[in-house]
């Protein structure tokens, strides 16, 4: 079973985020969700941008980074939307990376290296008329051409955090074949 660091999104550590959670959870995998806004959640993902912003993008980020320092190597990094910036950034950097599971969005591999690890297989799930995840969909399409590693999912329809059962934009059928993708996934690593 795998160990993962899943990185919420920028409305917060929510119910849908714990619920995604406790799925991984009860396939038998561990599952850390570092609160990276103390207990904060936001309505709207304009909202969860203001509270990051006058906190400071960076420092949350930042603290979302050391989250995993208590963690020995061999984690999955795992992260919605905001939170796949933290988690891409840990999966390519730190030795002994086991995986990464990209969700909503994916930033350009040179973003954090020259390539993306060796031996590191990653997923990328995102809808395909996404707002945000268009913009970060030939960054998605560049990684996966760059390794083996890689699978990229889009899903029909163009709801941003459409895995979080919490939400307005909660999409049933995707976020079921998006947990079954990750499951086989975290069974494969």
């Not at 979302?64 to 905001?82: C, E, K």
């Not at 163009?158 to 996934?185: G, N, T």
């Amino acid at each position: 079973m795998a160990e993962v660091l899943l990185y919420h999104h920028i409305q917060g550590l929510t119910d849908g985020v714990r619920a995604f959670a406790d799925d991984l959870r009860q396939a038998g995998h561990t599952v850390h969700t570092p609160d990276l806004f103390d207990g904060r959640t936001f309505a709207s993902i304009e909202e969860g941008f203001g509270f990051a912003r006058e906190k400071g993008l960076d420092a949350i980020r930042e603290r979302g980074a050391a989250a995993a320092d208590g963690h020995a190597p061999g984690l999955v990094y795992a992260g919605f939307s905001f939170g796949v910036t933290i988690a891409q950034r840990l999966a390519q950097t730190r030795p002994g990376a086991r995986g990464a599971l990209l969700m909503d969005s994916c930033l350009p591999v040179s973003e954090y290296g020259e390539a993306w690890p060796v031996g590191v297989p990653v997923q990328i799930h995102g809808k395909e008329g996404d707002e945000f995840f268009d913009e970060d969909l030939p960054a998605a399409r560049e990684l996966v051409g760059s390794t083996g590693a890689a699978e990229l999912f889009v899903y029909p329809g163009d709801q941003h955090l459409f895995a979080d059962s919490s939400l307005d934009a909660y999409d049933p059928e995707a976020s079921r074949l998006l947990l079954e993708r990750v499951r086989a996934f975290l069974a494969s690593v």
